[in-house]
């Protein structure tokens, strides 16, 4: 992805999230229960996007503290730009694709775990405020996808083995992007486990 596209990617992500809205708005009525769940989940996602990014002492200064890396001389774009990307693949499958449940099941596993890993940011950075960019939208999105699991749950949307290949598509997917944004401040996957291990230790 060229310089350019990276420093653009969340006006982007937020140009398709709005067209997203209005688009699952006109058509609400004749969405499949995952299509409609995963319009308000582009929205969220998109919000969260932007209070983990913009907001002061953002998302890469808080875990280059946790972990203890120096990133003075990272450029936010490089890194924030592979969520951005992540998201928006894992959203317009679920949209195009409502014949298949796993891409919106995925999408109600990234909201939980959202929900869990910005809480227990506060925990391992010791944060004088018990608030981590990103936190607020954050346990909104872990709400709504829990909400989301009770209805698919009732309505029958969604089998076991959806379940399961949901969470594999989050896995892999999530797996990727954390693997090339890690990159860019010179670690490789390999070490991220090593340098929490480490973090978990000393607290």
């Not at 029958?156 to 797996?175: K, N, P, S």
């Not at 090339?180 to 010179?186: A, K, L, S, T, Y």
Request: net charge neutral; aromatic share 10%; charged share 15%.
């Amino acid at each position: 992805m060229s310089d350019r596209l990276q420093k653009m990617s969340l006006p982007l992500l937020t140009a398709y999230a709005a067209a997203v809205a209005v688009w699952a708005a006109v058509n609400w009525g004749g969405l499949a229960l995952t299509q409609q769940l995963a319009a308000i989940a582009t929205v969220i996602v998109c919000c969260h996007e932007w209070e983990e990014q913009r907001f002061p002492g953002g998302f890469l200064e808080m875990m280059g503290s946790i972990l203890g890396l120096d990133t003075t001389g990272v450029e936010p774009h490089r890194m924030y730009s592979k969520p951005d990307v992540l998201i928006f693949a894992m959203t317009i499958l679920a949209l195009t694709f409502p014949q298949v449940p796993a891409f919106a099941c995925a999408l109600l596993v990234l909201g939980c775990y959202e929900g869990v890993v910005h809480v227990m940011g506060i925990k391992l950075g010791k944060l004088s405020r018990p608030y981590t960019p990103g936190l607020v939208t954050a346990e909104v999105y872990a709400a709504f996808s829990i909400v989301g699991i009770v209805m698919i749950a009732r309505a029958g949307a969604a089998g076991a083995l959806d379940w399961v290949l949901g969470i594999v598509w989050f896995i892999l997917g999530f797996a990727v992007m954390e693997a090339c944004v890690w990159r860019v401040v010179g670690l490789s996957p390999k070490e991220i486990p090593a340098k929490f291990r480490e973090k978990v230790a000393r607290k």
